[in-house]
């Protein structure tokens, strides 16, 4: 059987990379251009996604005439923390400068970090889970772009305590057999592609916390102004940081401002310190 063939309820999640937007064309292809009623596809905003995200996740609903609902996470339903309260935007009136975040940071009142991830949790899954609750569905598939290289997130999602209340996940890459290589060379044959480097590494969320260090340092020296938000977040609620097993983002900034001056060439990283699994990746 055909895995890119979707039988409904669904939802589609859209990170706004090449992957999943592999994984969305392959699904239309299958269903000769156009999905059944009761499948959707959804785009959750954080407000940290870079604009060639934002962009991309445009232009693919443009030229493949598909609808995408652009969602963000705009609080939490009469004080419970179960379920979320949405709002739907789109291309024009998605926040750019981490509003949906920074409210969720408030709500809260503490940062995610790599155990607790509120972020995802939060400006994902339970945003996606309440829209859909809200369209009189009970249970459905969530399809993500998990690809076949990548076996501790298949083994993750895979796992039969996992939480399946946002949907139960269908993985078409992964039985595809899908890797990166594949993906990156689909798009190199397409006439239009996400405008970010697949060898930078800079990620749908721009400063995002599973980075590691020295990614972050080279992402703020290409572009320091970005750093200025997480150092913000860093200062409420007061001494809390995204992370307690390196500095603070205001220090990786100054280290980064360092490496600039000094001409220091950038660490070379293992594939052990690649971005860890988590729902908004690529």
Known sequence: MNPYFIDGPAVIHFSGGRTSGYMLRQILDAHDGRLPADVHVSFQ???????????????????????????????????????????????????????????????????????????TANLKVKTSRSWMLDHGYQEWDAVMGIRADEPRRIARLGNPKRDNSAGIPHLPLAIA?????????WWRG???????DPVGDLGNCDLCLLKSRAKIV????????????????????????????????AALAVEAEIQSRQGTLPHVETEDEALADCMCGD
């Open 190 to 196: 397409q006439p239009f592609d996400l405008r970010l």
């Open 45 to 119: 905003n954080t407000g940290k996604e870079r604009e060639e995200t934002l962009a991309f996740v445009e232009e693919c609903s443009q030229r493949w005439s598909v609808p995408i609902t652009w969602l963000e996470w705009d609080g939490f339903e009469n004080g419970s923390r179960s379920r979320c309260v949405y709002k739907v935007v789109d291309f024009e009136t998605a926040s750019r400068d981490g509003e949906p975040f920074s409210r969720m940071i408030d709500a809260l009142g503490l940062l995610p970090n790599p155990v607790a991830r509120t972020c």
């Open 177 to 185: 057999r899908v890797t990166k290589a594949d993906v990156l060379s």
């Open 218 to 249: 080279g992402a703020i020296r290409r572009e320091p102004q970005r750093a200025t938000w997480w150092i913000e977040q860093e200062s409420r609620p007061r001494g809390a940081t995204f992370r307690s097993d390196r500095p603070c983002y």
